[in-house]
């Protein structure tokens, strides 16, 4: 394999459907010379078939150094992030993969992105691993994808258009089309059976506010008449980043409020997705869920035709006292496509804009750690960021 040198980035995980999307599009954007990077995985035959593709694609790249680790093997994992300024990785489910690479970052001092959308790993990544990456200077930014980049930089966007300090709202509606890999399916499956243990698995009504006090409780199922749909509360990781957002920021204000919808064209539809969903939610809950897993295997995912028709739009509106704003975000597929362009520039926004972004460290939001230029960066991939309307 590789030599020890250092590089500005090495992608984990660049054999899995995911991690190839992201090879890819590292290979069709980065000019040979300026950013240094690398792949990294478990197999390296693998690793070289994947490196031959992206030959196809720059012949400067024939010579891409590979790198061998496995997240069982602590002392790999040290390997790799003693190598890289920034370690990207898409190998999930984060839960029971995750943990030993991002202590290995913060002992070796290097920045890290992923792409969770895992409450429960989420949560104790900051519990065990914020105070020091933030005492060492280090940015550790997850759910860099579809969960929570659009949610979150929207949010943040949002409550830029409503200075002020005045009580601020805003509530998101997430509509998106898209398909799912074996990997997702299997991380989804994972955070749904781990749900009930964390803040996005408890009712409302058991939610505390951070200074200790019961917060109101939000609407349920209702029909949302700012965006014309039926909307239903998503229990997701994302209105807990849009949150930790607001610790970091000041555009949020010391009062902020946000909730997290999902937004349907009709009861009908809505219906079944909730069926669809209260399902499979019981069935994570019993071991009928490592059958579920066999349904989509790893390295298993949408094909280029089904990536080209998914989309997504979220629609964000905000308040502040008399004021109120509608701004959408909208991108292409969701899971894959533009996701893999989400935690690439992610990446690359921590090399390359340094010294440019916020003065904030430690266990970090894509907004409070990157805010305006990985929004300007986003907006090269296609992804637009629109105020739809002001009052």
């Not at 209702?222 to 607001?246: C, E, F, N």
């Not at 920021?249 to 902020?256: K, L, Q, R, S, Y």
């Not at 804009?353 to 430690?362: S, T």
Request: with cysteine; hydrophobic share 40%; charged share 20%.
């Amino acid at each position: 394999m590789a030599s020890s040198a250092r590089h500005d980035i090495i992608l984990y995980g660049a054999t899995g459907f995911t991690g190839g999307l992201v090879a890819e599009y590292l290979a069709q954007t980065i000019e040979p010379g300026t950013v240094s990077w690398a792949l990294a995985g478990r197999d390296p035959r693998k690793l070289r078939r994947v490196r031959e593709g992206l030959a196809t694609i720059n012949r400067a790249w024939a010579e891409l150094p590979l790198y061998q680790g496995q997240s069982s093997n602590e002392q790999s994992m040290h390997d790799l992030a003693a190598r890289a300024r920034v370690v990207l990785t898409t190998v999930g489910p984060y839960a029971g993969r995750g943990e030993s690479l991002v202590a290995a970052c913060v002992a070796e001092g290097s920045d890290y992105v992923d792409l969770t959308g895992e409450p429960a790993f989420w949560r104790g990544v900051i519990d065990r691993h914020h105070e020091e990456a933030s005492a060492k200077g280090l940015r550790l930014v997850p759910c860099c994808g579809f969960d929570s980049i659009p949610h979150d930089l929207g949010a943040w966007w949002t409550a830029q258009q409503l200075p002020g300090r005045g009580p601020l709202r805003i509530d998101g509606y997430v509509a998106a089309s898209g398909g799912m890999s074996g990997g997702t399916w299997s991380s989804l499956l994972g955070a749904m059976a781990k749900l009930r243990d964390t803040d996005a698995g408890r009712s409302p009504a058991s939610k505390r506010s951070g200074d200790g006090r019961p917060k109101s409780s939000r609407l349920g199922i209702h029909y949302a008449q700012a965006v014309g749909r039926w909307v239903t509360p998503m229990p997701t990781i994302d209105p807990l980043v849009v949150k930790r957002s607001a610790q970091f920021t000041d555009v949020f204000g010391p009062e902020f409020r946000y909730q997290h919808y999902l937004s349907n064209a009709s009861k009908r539809q809505l219906a079944q997705r909730l069926a669809g969903v209260g399902t499979l939610f019981a069935l994570a809950q019993t071991p009928a869920r490592h059958w579920l897993r066999r349904l989509r295997p790893s390295g298993a995912g949408p094909s280029e035709q089904q990536r080209a028709q998914g989309w997504f739009e979220v629609t964000f509106v905000g308040s502040r006292d008399d004021r109120e704003v509608v701004t959408t975000v909208r991108g292409g597929d969701p899971g894959y496509g533009h996701t893999s362009m989400m935690i690439a520039e992610a990446a690359r926004c921590l090399v390359e804009d340094r010294d440019q972004l916020p003065a904030v460290f430690g266990v970090l939001t894509p907004a409070a750690a990157m805010g305006e230029r990985l929004v300007e960066r986003l907006r090269d991939t296609g992804m637009t960021f629109d105020v739809a309307s002001r009052r």
